[in-house]
């Protein structure tokens, strides 16, 4: 599978949560699959979106799902040390981790050679670490939502982008329809 199915397998879970999405080509795959105002799409901050989830997580009750890449992880390895020692049992860090930087034209990380992302976060620390296959991604994140404990999800594909439209909503849309949703 590569990543834009998994996101159209685990779209009817994500729809009660609010969402924090990874920039450019993940978030316009999850945007033209299924746009929710409970989705934040990020848009051009590499890196980011687990660092944003986190800070949502802890300032409010409501479950967050993050959906990041290996990419994104590797530009940012300071986020899963501030993760693991800043608990939110209402976080969940799901990485899609198809060894390549997806956005920018699949260029090879080192996921697909040695690195391995879920040793990573459980040697900074972090608890409940899950490493899965593709095919059992809604399986293994409605566990982990029902649990109600903080998660860490490497999810295993194939590399590969969908065809999606560019997101045309303005990024000031975006932010405040989030905002009410959160607030809601």
Do not use: W
Not at 89 to 112: A, E
Not at 142 to 167: E, F, L, R, T, Y
């Amino acid at each position: 599978m590569i990543r834009s199915e998994i996101l159209r397998d685990i779209a009817p879970i994500l729809r009660d949560q609010l969402v924090v999405c990874n920039i450019g080509i993940p978030s316009q795959e999850l945007h033209a699959i299924d746009d929710q105002p409970t989705n934040f799409y990020m848009l051009g901050t590499m890196g980011l979106a687990s660092s944003i989830g986190l800070g949502l997580a802890l300032s409010q009750p409501k479950t967050v799902i993050v959906i990041d890449g290996d990419g994104s992880i590797l530009t940012n390895m300071g986020t899963l040390p501030t993760i693991a020692n800043n608990v939110a049992d209402n976080y969940i860090l799901m990485i899609i981790d198809n060894g390549s930087y997806g956005s920018t034209g699949d260029q090879p990380t080192y996921t697909g050679k040695k690195t391995s992302l879920a040793g990573v976060a459980k040697a900074c620390g972090c608890e409940n670490v899950i490493e899965c296959q593709d095919v059992d991604t809604g399986e293994v994140l409605q566990k982990a939502i029902d649990s109600k404990q903080m998660h860490v999800i490497v999810v295993k594909c194939d590399s590969g982008n969908a065809k999606m439209p560019v997101i045309t909503m303005d990024p000031v849309v975006i932010r405040h329809r989030f905002m009410e949703a959160v607030k809601a």
